[in-house]
T-cell receptor
């Protein structure tokens, strides 16, 4: 089955700096890669996703890049703000199956003032 | 305008006492998922329904069962909760398979005494 690795497990940045979280996946058939933000005690919320026919996608301060050859994808947050502090999960899934999201292990992002 | 609703938000049960968690959705999505999330870990898929078709994950204990009486509702039954079953239980829905966006409910935090 699919295996998703995520790094780093914790990340501390100063407000205004950029943050980058990286994930690798194992199954070349995976073609959908969402990113979820989860604040303490709350539900995971989708912040951005990318499908394998696209190399990059941007939404305001958030961008995701996908390298299918290397089987890795990354989340980029620019101009970080304290409210960006949360746990971020990447995930991957395969089209055409009664499938599931395989989640990475999560990155705890702390944005300090 | 809640789209995925879970009840109760907090559930306390005793060791071995059956418990049922509820999920409902207003999105008319085909697929409903149940995840277990323990502290500081990624959500772990237990099973999902594609319409009325039930799909169990291979490593989901027999102690966990599910019912989907109609499109809107799905239940998670834990027949004999153990201390290790204390976790946040998240329900999610998606339109078709997990290559479509999954929307999570707020979760039910289960405590086992």
């Amino acid at each position: 089955g699919e295996n998703v690795e995520q790094h780093p497990s914790t990340l501390s940045v100063q407000e205004g700096d950029s943050a980058v979280i990286k994930c690798t996946y194992s199954d070349s058939a995976s073609n959908y890669f969402p990113w979820y933000k989860q604040e303490l005690g709350k539900r995971p919320q989708l912040i951005i996703d990318i499908r394998s026919n696209v190399g990059e996608k941007k939404d305001q301060r958030i961008a995701v890049t996908l390298n299918k050859t290397a089987k890795h994808f990354s989340l980029h947050i620019t101009e970080t703000q304290p409210e960006d502090s949360a746990v971020y999960f990447c995930a991957a899934s395969i089209a055409g199956t009664a499938s599931k999201l395989t989640f990475g292990t999560g990155t705890r992002l702390q944005v300090t003032l | 305008d809640a789209m995925v609703i879970q009840n109760p938000r907090y559930q306390v049960t005793q060791f071995g006492k059956p418990v049922t968690l509820s999920c409902s959705q207003t999105l008319n999505h085909n697929v409903m998922y149940w995840y277990q999330q323990k502290s500081s870990q990624a959500p772990k898929l237990l099973f999902h329904y594609y319409d009325k078709d039930f799909n169990n994950e291979a490593d989901t204990p027999d102690n966990f069962q599910s019912r989907r009486p109609n499109t809107s509702f799905c239940f998670l039954d834990i027949r004999s909760p153990g201390l290790g079953d204390a976790a946040m239980y998240l329900c999610a829905t998606s339109r078709v398979t997990s290559t479509d966006t999954q929307y999570f409910g707020p979760g039910t935090r289960l405590t086992v005494l």
